[in-house]
């Protein structure tokens, strides 16, 4: 950049090209942190929302014993998006349960609108650390789920926290998040109602 | 002076152009810079009236004169306007006004880029407050109601006013960034002859510093909201969860560009301080080679610490070590550039007048607001500040000395050597004061208000607060209305006043002093020679 044998303008814009490259560079690596933010999620052991299961294993449990001395407190936290027009909570919020044994719950559902949609419930557990622990044998949120207008149901959720659960956690709480599916992602085609209409 | 943008100017070389034709097809750094002042000073009293609105509602628990949306799209507004229509302008303002004249060249490297880089800023600023008061019209749609950091997935939803916002930011982004270009190139290539990068002024460096960092972080937050916006209208899920995408991504997205943006911020008033405090301590800037040492690690490490705003999201326990870590080491050379202050100041003749009196009162507030930094950088602690009024009195008591107050140690400095007029001295004293008192009768309570545990941005609050909170909007009205006195003064010290003599400070020390008061309108067209 420092040739002084140049006249200044020459430099003045030699400099100026690299400054905007850099500029350039910069604005697409705000767009290569998209793929990026999964891989550095995954490494370095940052939850994405891509990376959370909420411990949605089908595979069987291994039976371990009961730990009948031991409770710990399972919290359900509901949240709708705004653009799925259903109402969704837990029939009950907060059981203790024991590690090893297996609890049955039940969330209800109803679909306020009058015509046909289709969902699907993303779940999370807090502290993220007991994700690995909580196992669920049955649960709504491992297909989607459609309700005709007005429809309303019983989702049941069967689940166990396993002993191995590390001491210190003695209380999680797992969330769901109702989505809508577009009928791209195999929704059903519906009157549309965006979150712009909404908002 | 073989250059065509040079022989353009050499063309009318000896008269100025006169009228609308003067600001509008500008290419003068002199000029320049005082339309991005008086940009900036606009921009102060707009965000200063939404601040007032803001303590009005929060003088009383309830509400009472806006509802939650506007109350909530108002703080959105305050912050957007303040920091990128006031304090990046006044500093920019200061740089072409200063640099040029600081390093003995005869304009900024690229002066028509420079006229474009301003006459963005008000198309910017329509933009920007239409943002705001679109909602009022019919077909409207929502406020905005997210905070100035946009998060999704309610920046998603907000109606048509956020595509206002998104387009505005997308202009004062290429302002911004035009204009480091141009402070760049100028600062390469455009010192006088002799004048080595260690021997440039201190502002320079600084200004050197958040050039960078602004092309670096910039284009980053405008990808980011470019993605809101395909997100908001083009069927894209980047943030959408629903869609596969991550709402946090967006947060890492803004807070890569916020975090640096606080020292972009901060870094050119630091550069006033360190010409104010030799000035006015008759000394030369203590250490000034770990000073910019101090700031090129500030500014490396700067950038690798930004998710210290999100400790709450549910990071892993090592990302959350990594970066509470990184941060509480960022206060090292903070804590250096401060101690060079105090060395500076240590058995000088010191005298008080306004822009010492700033630097003194700035020193002691930063700090403070550094040292409640620490705390917030703490991760179980900050687990319970987070989102409370307590990093409202953080921010403010970093930002409002570490920014805005050093902007206006610069203007009352430099005032005599633009307008070739003292200011007035007993008046900018008694500004220093009322500005200061109201400055900490309004953040220091609420401090308190965050430990006790009311959050920000809510309307309303639980009786228990309301004293602190009648303390703090009490305050707000002496600072807000101070600024009028601000405005009293500079508009005197144009129209005239005790005549400044070229070196208006006797203690004073530069090239810039070595000009007129006012400067003629062009200055070093034969570079000055460096000793
Ligand atoms: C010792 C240096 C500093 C440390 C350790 C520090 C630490 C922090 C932390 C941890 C937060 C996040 C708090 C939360 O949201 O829970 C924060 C917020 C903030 N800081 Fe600092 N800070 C420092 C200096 C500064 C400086 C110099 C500035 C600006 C000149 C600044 C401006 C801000 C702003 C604007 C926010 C709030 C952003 C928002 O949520 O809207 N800080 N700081
Ligand atoms: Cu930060």
């Excluded at chain 2, 703490?378 to 930002?399: E, G, I, N, R």
Aim: charge should be neutral.
């Amino acid at each position: 950049m420092h040739d002084p044998k140049l006249a200044t303008g020459t430099r003045n814009r030699r400099t100026a090209v690299v400054l905007s490259l850099v500029v350039v560079g910069m604005f697409g690596f705000g767009f290569a942190m998209v793929p990026l933010y999964d891989l550095i999620c995954k490494v370095t052991g940052v939850q994405s929302v891509a990376l959370r299961t909420g411990g949605e294993r089908s595979e069987a449990v291994p039976m371990v014993a009961p730990d009948p001395n031991r409770w710990v407190t399972i919290k359900f936290d509901t949240t709708v998006a705004p653009s799925l027009p259903w109402e969704f909570e837990a029939g009950i919020h907060r059981v203790e349960v024991v590690p090893g044994e297996i609890n049955e719950v039940v969330f209800l559902a109803r679909n306020r609108s009058n015509s046909q949609v289709t969902g699907q419930a993303i779940p999370s557990v807090v502290p993220w650390q007991a994700t690995p622990f909580f196992s669920k044998l049955e649960c709504f949120c491992f297909n989607k789920q459609t309700l005709v207008g007005g429809e309303r149901v019983e989702m049941p959720l069967r689940f166990m926290v396993s002993p191995d659960l590390p001491k210190g956690i003695e209380s999680l709480t797992l969330s769901y998040n109702f989505m809508k599916l577009k009928p791209s992602q195999g929704g059903v085609a519906e009157p549309k109602v965006t979150a712009n209409d909404q908002g | 002076m073989s250059t065509t943008t040079l022989t353009h100017d050499d063309a009318h070389h000896h008269e100025t152009p006169t009228g609308w034709r003067r600001w509008l097809y500008s290419t003068n750094h002199k000029d320049i810079g005082t339309l991005y002042l008086l940009f900036a000073l606009t921009m102060l009293f707009l965000g200063g009236a939404s601040a007032m609105v803001i303590r009005a509602e929060l003088f009383m628990p309830g509400i009472q004169l806006v509802d939650p949306d506007l109350y909530n799209n108002l703080v959105t507004n305050h912050a957007l306007i303040m920091i990128f229509g006031a304090v990046m302008p006044a500093a920019a303002g200061l740089a072409n006004w200063m640099i040029p004249m600081m390093i003995g060249a005869p304009d900024m490297a690229l002066p028509r880029m420079n006229n474009l880089s301003f006459w963005i800023l008000p198309a910017a600023a329509t933009m920007l407050i239409l943002s705001f008061v679109v909602p009022f019209f019919p077909g409207g749609g929502t406020q905005i109601n997210t905070g100035w950091t946009l998060y999704p997935p309610l920046s998603i939803q907000v109606g048509m006013s956020m595509d206002f916002l998104i387009f505005a930011i997308h202009l004062l982004g290429a302002s911004s960034i035009l204009a480091s270009i141009n402070i760049i190139v100028t600062l390469l290539n455009m010192r006088a002859p002799g004048m080595k990068l260690m021997q440039m002024p201190m502002f320079c460096w600084t200004w050197l510093v958040t050039a960078f960092l602004l092309i670096l972080v910039v284009p980053v937050l405008a990808g980011g909201v470019t993605m809101l916006l395909f997100d908001r209208h083009f069927g894209t899920s980047f943030f959408d969860a629903a869609g596969g995408g991550d709402p946090v991504l967006f947060q890492h997205l803004f807070w890569f560009f916020g975090h640096p943006e606080v020292y972009i911020l901060l870094l050119p008033s630091i550069g006033v301080l360190s010409h104010v405090i030799p000035t006015f301590s008759r000394k030369p800037l203590f250490g000034y080679n770990s000073m910019v040492g101090a700031m090129l690690a500030v500014a490396t490490i700067g950038m690798v610490v930004w998710a210290h705003h999100q400790y709450t999201v549910g990071m892993s326990l090592g990302a959350v070590t990594y970066f509470m870590i990184g941060t509480i080491i960022i206060s090292i050379p903070v804590g250096l550039m401060i101690f060079n202050f105090i060395a500076t100041m240590w058995r000088g003749a010191m005298t008080f007048e306004t822009p010492m009196l700033f630097a003194i009162a700035i020193i002691l507030m930063f700090t403070f607001g550094g040292l409640s930094g620490v705390m917030l950088a703490v991760v179980p602690a900050d687990m319970q500040y987070h989102d409370s009024m307590f990093v409202v009195a953080h921010f403010h008591y970093v930002l409002m000395p570490g920014a805005v107050f050093g902007l206006f140690a610069g203007v009352f400095y430099w005032l005599p050597k633009w307008t070739g007029h003292m200011y007035d001295e007993r008046l900018g004293k008694i500004f220093f004061w009322t500005n200061i008192v109201g400055f900490n009768i309004t953040f220091f309570p609420q401090h308190f208000l965050g430990l006790a545990g009311m959050p920000r941005r809510i309307i309303d609050y639980n009786v228990m607060f309301t004293e602190f909170n009648v303390l703090s909007s009490f305050g707000a009205m002496i600072f807000g209305f101070s600024h009028l006195l601000l405005l009293y003064i500079v508009i005197s010290t144009i129209r005239g006043g005790q005549k400044a003599k070229a070196r208006a400070w006797e203690g004073a020390d530069g090239l810039e002093w070595e000009l007129d008061s006012p400067p003629t309108f062009h200055t070093w067209e034969v570079a000055p020679t460096i000793k």
